[in-house]
């Protein structure tokens, strides 16, 4: 019984320092590395650590039957459905960027170089837009 014991203590000490040294060496590529930093910032940014830390109501429902996602005259309070709808944009205009950047890669094909900047160009103008209308909109309703 105690060599058995022995074998499998030693088996599993083996199992751990390999383990370790694989966690320890592990060498992330640069787009893992890139899209995790990215996903990150639009989780801070679109109010992600706001909904986990104080968790606000999803949307509000008012007496006349009218259906509220943004807090009026209000910078410093938030629902989630306006967190959750400006994270999508801030998405989409990473992913604007992203394709921008993509279509410097196709020079010696001009026109998926050109469509691809097009359609890049044309994501970030509508975040871009959606954007200012939902912080405009906080003003507006009330």
């Known amino acids: 019984m105690t060599r058995r014991v022995k074998r499998n203590l030693a088996s599993l000490s083996y199992v751990l320092q390999r383990t370790y040294w694989k966690i320890v060496t592990a060498k992330p590529s640069v787009l893992v590395f890139a899209v995790v930093i990215i996903a990150a910032s639009i989780f801070l940014l679109g109010g992600g650590l706001y909904d986990l830390l104080e968790k606000p109501l999803f949307a509000y429902f008012t007496s006349q039957g009218r259906f509220i996602s943004v807090y009026p005259y209000s910078l410093n309070e938030q629902f989630i459905a306006e967190s959750i709808f400006v994270t999508l944009l801030y998405a989409i205009g990473a992913a ?29 103008v509508v975040a871009y837009i959606c954007v200012e209308y939902a912080f405009l909109a906080r003003w507006r309703l009330g």
């Open 96 to 124: 604007g960027i992203l394709l921008t950047y993509q279509s410097t890669k196709y020079a010696y094909r001009p026109r998926q170089a050109f469509m691809f900047l097009l359609i890049g160009i044309l994501f970030i």
